[in-house]
T-cell receptor, first 117, second 111 residues
Framework: GAVVSQHPSRVICKSGTSVKIECRSLDFQATTMFWYRQFPKKSLMLMATSNEGSKATYEQGVEKDKFLINHASLTLSTLTVTSAHPEDSSFYIC?????????????FGPGTRLTVL | RKEVEQDPGPFNVPEGATVAFNCTYSNSASQSFFWYRQDCRKEPKLLMSVYSSGNEDGRFTAQLNRASQYISLLIRDSKLSDSATYLCVVPSQDSGYALNFGKGTSLLVTP
């Protein structure tokens, strides 16, 4: 149990295009999901907290108008990178808060590797 | 102090060795702690949760010292498949259930 999927797993796009990444909790409901970003050889950095039915909470330095988050259902959150630029190339990972192994265990999706040319 | 700090590594150890990683954290109010394992270009996977003084699962033992705000992970009888990056993770002080990740310690187990 406690499986989280992400789609797509990899995307290559031209500068200026928008990219949507989906994060789904497959066998549990997640009122809270998180979006992280990881640059090469760096730690995961939290971008935003996504709550079902309400606006996302963004971390300092993350532009909410550039990284649009929608959490319209208890099993789906989407991250849209608008007008992507090469510096947005990174590994984007979502996680969903579940209670299978503990009250605050997070289950991670497999990640989406974004390359902006 | 940074929220989560880990041994920089890398650790290169022979198969069968015992290896320990250390981690310090700044949020004295934290009640839960985690060790995640991350393989190259993959997502982190939960290895162990620590809610009290420690936890043991087979060859893996995590110990918590609240007074010193210090967590350790001990791996006994290392296997080649243990080669990965080990992430010390502590809930964020500011973001509800969000997690703060250490930079990770790289482990390479050699034949």
């Amino acid at each position: 149990g406690a499986v989280v999927s992400q789609h797509p797993s990899r995307v290559i796009c031209k500068s200026g295009t928008s990219v949507k990444i989906e994060c789904r909790s497959l066998d549990f409901q997640a009122t809270t999901m998180f979006w992280y970003r990881q640059f090469p050889k760096k730690s995961l950095m939290l971008m935003a907290t996504s709550n079902e039915g309400s606006k996302a909470t963004y971390e300092q330095g993350v532009e909410k108008d550039k990284f649009l988050i929608n959490h319209a259902s208890l099993t789906l959150s989407t991250l849209t990178v608008t007008s992507a630029h090469p510096e947005d190339s990174s590994f984007y990972i979502c996680s969903a808060l579940g209670s299978t192994s503990g009250p605050d265990t997070q289950y991670f999706g497999p990640g989406t590797r974004l390359t902006v040319l | 102090r940074k929220e989560v700090e880990q041994d920089p590594g890398p650790f290169n150890v022979p198969e069968g060795a015992t290896v320990a990683f250390n981690c310090t954290y700044s949020n004295s109010a934290s009640q839960s702690f985690f060790w995640y394992r991350q393989d190259c270009r993959k997502e982190p996977k939960l290895l162990m949760s620590v809610y009290s003084s420690g936890n043991e699962d087979g060859r893996f033992t995590a110990q918590l010292n609240r007074a010193s705000q210090y967590i350790s992970l001990l791996i006994r009888d290392s296997k080649l498949s243990d080669s990965a990056t080990y992430l010390c993770v502590v809930p964020s002080q500011d973001s509800g259930y969000a997690l703060n990740f250490g930079k990770g310690t790289s482990l390479l187990v050699t034949p």
